[in-house]
């Protein structure tokens, strides 16, 4: 991947036939058998996408302060190939084949006791599927996932085959700005917790800079003028995944309210950016082989300039 080539232009791994073999192997061969289909699979990907591959390894030679060895680029997409497995069990069987231990919830749930809605800002990081495993246990409590369906259809298609209600509460990212807000501001006003990523920006997206790892990344704004707008709590949610078959969901309480002033707009989503790339890098130090942004993040492509007034509807970067 050229550092001008950004990250949507890349094809879904795998494709369609892939991704269904796999969960047809996963479901009727166990999560066992499947697991160890994991290694062939990394190996492919890490001799055939080759920006993928060189993506991860300056990724993590900036984590580590060294160049990365071809075993650990291997480690990151076989941590990445198995989160992506693991989606098949978390759909189709809840966390019951899993230890999912969760950090900062009751701080959650007094959020959601204000019955305004929650935003949850989340990453690339880890399993952002193992989210639902808290909706399974308050299932009185909505859980909306703003997600782009067009980016990768055929895994979008199998989770959805897998679990019809899921794929009903999710607000597809593809749809125009405006109604991407409209539905957000709809699913907090009924409580809903809304969870999306935060830290990737898509190709029109207005970006701007933050220091991340060393250097200065580029950051979407939408999610923070959706918080400004929609005015409920935010709270950051990290999913890592700890290997074998345990994972940690982190809750860490960002705002009550998102305040962006007009007169000093730009300083304030610097600092609301800057807070957050300062706890993805906490947990990226503690889980290096969990963050799954496989393109150059850091790209020095110039960012879109920001308008005087971005409208509320602007797309959602996910």
């Given at each position: ?14 494709g369609r ?42 990724y ?50 007094q ?11 989340g ?7 193992a ?10 409590m ?18 959805e ?32 917790l ?14 701007r ?61 610097d600092?609301?950016?800057?807070r ?5 890098q ?12 496989f393109?150059d ?5 110039p960012?879109?300039?920001?308008p005087a007034?971005?409208?509320v ?6």
């Amino acid at each position: 991947m050229s550092t001008n080539e950004h990250w949507q232009s890349r094809p879904e791994g795998g494709g369609r036939f892939a991704i269904w073999l796999i969960r047809a192997i996963a479901l009727y061969g166990g999560r066992r058998l499947a697991r160890l289909c994991l290694y062939p699979i990394t190996l492919y990907f890490y001799a055939r996408r080759g920006p993928e591959r060189r993506a991860s390894a300056h990724y993590l030679q900036r984590v580590f302060g060294r160049p990365a060895t071809a075993w650990q680029v291997c480690k990151h997409i076989h941590a990445f190939a198995a989160t992506i497995l693991d989606r098949v069990f978390l759909l189709a069987h809840g966390e019951e084949p899993f230890e999912i231990e969760t950090q900062g919830l009751e701080l959650l749930d007094q959020r959601i006791a204000l019955g305004r809605g929650v935003l949850l800002f989340g990453s690339h990081q880890g399993s952002f599927e193992a989210l639902r495993a808290v909706g399974a246990r308050r299932p009185n409590m909505p859980l909306r996932v703003v997600l782009d369906k067009q980016k990768t259809p055929a895994m979008t298609e199998l989770l959805e085959a897998l679990a019809p209600e899921v794929g009903a509460g999710v607000i597809d990212a593809a749809q125009d700005g405006t109604s991407i807000a409209l539905a957000m501001a709809e699913a907090c006003h009924g409580g809903a917790l809304v969870a999306m990523l935060a830290d990737r920006g898509r190709g029109h997206e207005v970006l701007r800079r933050s220091e991340f790892l060393g250097s200065p990344a580029p950051f979407p704004i939408s999610p923070w003028l959706l918080a400004h707008t929609l005015r409920v709590p935010v709270v950051l949610c990290f999913g890592l995944y700890l290997g074998g078959n345990r994972y940690r969901l982190i809750f860490e309480p960002f705002s009550d309210q998102v305040d962006i002033p007009r007169h000093n707009r730009g300083p304030a989503l610097d600092a609301l950016i800057g807070r957050y790339a300062q706890r993805l890098q906490h947990y990226i130090h503690i889980a290096p082989y969990n963050w799954f942004n496989f393109y150059d993040f850091w790209q020095d492509t110039p960012a879109a300039a920001e308008p005087a007034a971005v409208a509320v509807g602007e797309r959602v970067g996910v």
